[in-house]
């Protein structure tokens, strides 16, 4: 069974910095692409940031981009987001997930509906 468990969220004043951890198991986790969502209040789910298999692409949405850096360790089985210059826009649940095709020609996807297992979230509050 895939289980993904997110950790390092928090409360954090604007400007600050958190590192969040996404620990996989139940699936050969280095084969597949890690992606970084997030849920604000009243909004729909939104795309963070993605890494793709080996590492060696990454992508951010527009609203990340230069604040935000994705990474993973596949000996650990863990995807990390490290965030900094946080805003309190930045705040929401974030979650991470597994793409659902292996290796995908070594890119990645940033449709949620790419990604077929995705862990509870961890929340990030960032106050002004």
């Known amino acids: 069974q895939v289980q993904l468990v997110e950790s390092g969220g928090g409360l954090v004043q604007a400007g600050g910095s958190l590192r969040l951890s996404c620990a996989a198991s139940g699936r050969t986790f280095s084969y597949y692409a890690l992606g970084w969502f997030r849920q604000a209040p009243g909004k729909e789910r939104e795309f963070v940031a993605v890494i793709s298999w080996s590492g060696g692409r990454t992508y951010y949405a527009d609203s990340v981009k230069g604040r935000f850096t994705i990474s993973r360790d596949n000996a650990k089985n863990t995807v990390y987001l490290q965030m900094s210059s946080l805003k309190t826009e930045d705040t929401a649940v974030y979650y991470c997930?597994?793409?659902?095709?292996?290796?995908?020609?070594?890119?990645?996807?940033?449709?949620?509906?790419?990604?077929?297992?995705w862990g509870r979230g961890t929340r990030v509050t960032v106050s002004s």
């Open positions: 997930a597994t793409d659902r095709t292996a290796f995908r020609g070594g890119g990645y996807s940033t449709r949620g509906d790419e990604y077929d297992y």
